[in-house]
C-alpha cells in the first residue's frame, strides 16, 4: 500500500535560516508524482513544488527545492532564507498514475522565528 | 494560472439542516474532482472522486446518503451534507483534475459549523 511519512509534527526555525522538512514515500509503483503543499491559517491549499519519479534532477521552485532521493524513497522539501511567511503547515503527497488520487502526509506545522 | 472556486468560504447552520458546498473551476475543464475533509490540526481525508456525469467514488466509512455529491457538469461539481450533525461540523475543500499527474487544482476551502 501506498504511505507518505512525515516524522516531524512541528518545527521551530529561526528567520533566514534554510529548514528541511522530512518527507519518505513507500510505493511499488515505478511511475509516480511527488507534491508539497502550504497551507496557512486560512486552510488554502497551495500548491509549491513537483517532482516525477522520472525526473533525474530535483525540482526548484525559487526559494523551495526538492530533496529527491529515490533510492531512499525520500522527498524532502527545502526552503532557503525562511521568512516569517513561511510559517504554515507543509504536506507532503504522492499520487500514482493508477487512480490519480493523492495520498497525504501527517504535515508538519512550520513556525518561523523573528 | 488554473483556478478553482469554492462557495460558501464558512457557512454555520442548524442541527438537521441541508447544506450545499459548490466547486467551480473556473478557467479549465475538470476531468475529475476530488471531496476532503480536514479535521484540525489534521491531514485531508478524501471522501470521493467524482466525474462529470457519471456517480461518485466514495471512499470507505463514508455515507453515500450523507454527502449527497453531484458533478453536473466539467467545472462544476457540488457537495451537499444532508441532515447535517454538529459532527458534521469540519473544514471542507474541493479539488479538480485535468488527468495529469503533475497538476492538481485545489479550491479554498468551506469551513462548515453546525449548531
Known amino acids: 500500500a501506498q504511505k507518505i511519512t512525515q516524522t516531524q509534527p512541528g518545527m521551530f526555525v529561526q528567520e533566514k535560516e534554510a529548514v528541511t522538512l522530512d518527507c519518505t514515500y513507500d510505493t511499488s509503483d515505478q511511475s509516480y508524482g511527488l507534491f508539497w503543499y502550504k497551507q496557512p491559517s486560512s486552510g488554502e491549499m497551495i500548491f509549491l513544488i513537483y517532482q516525477g519519479s522520472y525526473d533525474e534532477q530535483n525540482a526548484t521552485e525559487g526559494r523551495y527545492s526538492l530533496n529527491f532521493q529515490k533510492a531512499r524513497k525520500s522527498a524532502n522539501l527545502v526552503i532557503s532564507a525562511s521568512q516569517l511567511g513561511d510559517s504554515a503547515m507543509y504536506f507532503c503527497a504522492m499520487r500514482d498514475h493508477s487512480n490519480y488520487q493523492l495520498i497525504w502526509g501527517a504535515g508538519t506545522k512550520l513556525i518561523i522565528k523573528p | 494560472g488554473a483556478v478553482v472556486s469554492q462557495h460558501p468560504s464558512r457557512v454555520i447552520c442548524k442541527s438537521g439542516t441541508s447544506v450545499k458546498i459548490e466547486c467551480r473551476s473556473l478557467d479549465f475543464q475538470a476531468t475529475t474532482m476530488f471531496w476532503y475533509r480536514q479535521f484540525p490540526k489534521k491531514s485531508l481525508m478524501l471522501m470521493a472522486t467524482?466525474?462529470?456525469?457519471?456517480?461518485?467514488?466514495?471512499e470507505q466509512g463514508v455515507e453515500k446518503d450523507k454527502f449527497l455529491i453531484n458533478h453536473a457538469s466539467l467545472t462544476l461539481s457540488t457537495l451537499t451534507v444532508t441532515s447535517a450533525h454538529p459532527e458534521d461540523s469540519s473544514f471542507y475543500i474541493c479539488?479538480?483534475?485535468?488527468?495529469?499527474?503533475?497538476?492538481?487544482?485545489f479550491g479554498p476551502g468551506t469551513r462548515l459549523t453546525v449548531l
Open positions: 479539488s479538480a483534475d485535468v488527468g495529469q499527474i503533475d497538476t492538481q487544482y
Open positions: 467524482s466525474n462529470e456525469g457519471s456517480k461518485a467514488t466514495y
